[in-house]
T-cell receptor, first 114, second 115 residues
Framework: NAGVTQTPKFQVLKTGQSMTLQCAQDMNHEYMSWYRQDPGMGLRLIHYSVGAGITDQGEVPNGYNVSRSTTEDFPLRLLSAAPSQTSVYFC?????????????FGPGTRLTVT | AQSVSQHNHHVILSEAASLELGCNYSYGGTVNLFWYVQYPGQHLQLLLKYFSGDPLVKGIKGFEAEFIKSKFSFNLRKPSVQWSDTAEYFCAVNAPFYNTDKLIFGTGTRLQVFP
């Protein structure tokens, strides 16, 4: 198993540009989530999904959209990038529809918005 | 507002010193508690977790944590640290009463261990 994969690893955007951060898992996990990691602020939950077709907002959802059309994929979309979205983004998954099981994290995407 | 607090932002120790990292949360009711670790350049990975039962939980690499309900705390301990323990440590809480599906992380503690 490849586990949780994320692409790209690095990305530089200009303010106002849009892009999609990809996340995929091959473990048939129902639960998937997106976090951003910022210095001194830890990991903050952006959006999560308890199964295909179901998504919900986390702590910091503004400026981000998600969809979950398949169990495997959970892309994160930035519609109009802002410098405040400069961060490291982590995708995670767990084997049930709840978060109480171990979260498996991807390697992260480092995004810079200029 | 409900939150998870890690008061030690940066800890510097020599090898063989004992470690205790604090974690406090403000959620009432039943909680599920986790410690994750992020070694330099690597993914976050689970160190240990507490759901119920014995409040003293043992994890990987000699780490343990104690759940003290009356203090809303879940502190991480290791009797003797090694250089390889240099990493960032995150406490995380799931509080089903508020939201079954959310895992909320603390701000993290950066641990540096010198030989």
């Amino acid at each position: 198993n490849a586990g949780v994969t994320q692409t790209p690893k690095f990305q530089v955007l200009k303010t106002g540009q849009s892009m999609t951060l990809q996340c995929a898992q091959d473990m048939n996990h129902e639960y998937m989530s997106w976090y951003r990691q910022d210095p001194g602020m830890g990991l903050r939950l952006i959006h999560y999904s308890v199964g295909a077709g179901i998504t919900d907002q986390g702590e910091v959802p503004n400026g981000y959209n998600v969809s979950r059309s398949t169990t495997e994929d959970f892309p994160l979309r930035l519609l109009s990038a802002a410098p405040s979205q400069t961060s490291v983004y982590f995708c995670a998954s767990s084997p049930t529809g709840q978060v109480t099981y171990e979260q498996y994290f991807g390697p992260g995407t480092r995004l810079t918005v200029t | 507002a409900q939150s998870v607090s890690q008061h030690n932002h940066h800890v510097i120790l020599s090898e063989a010193a004992s470690l205790e990292l604090g974690c406090n949360y403000s959620y009432g009711g039943t909680v599920n508690l986790f410690w994750y670790v992020q070694y330099p350049g690597q993914h976050l990975q689970l160190l240990l977790k507490y759901f119920s039962g014995d409040p003293l939980v043992k994890g990987i690499k000699g780490f343990e944590a104690e759940f003290i309900k009356s203090k809303f705390s879940f502190n991480l301990r290791k009797p003797s640290v090694q250089w390889s323990d240099t990493a960032e440590y995150f406490c995380a809480v799931n509080a089903p009463f508020y939201n079954t599906d959310k895992l909320i992380f603390g701000t993290g503690t950066r641990l540096q261990v010198f030989p």
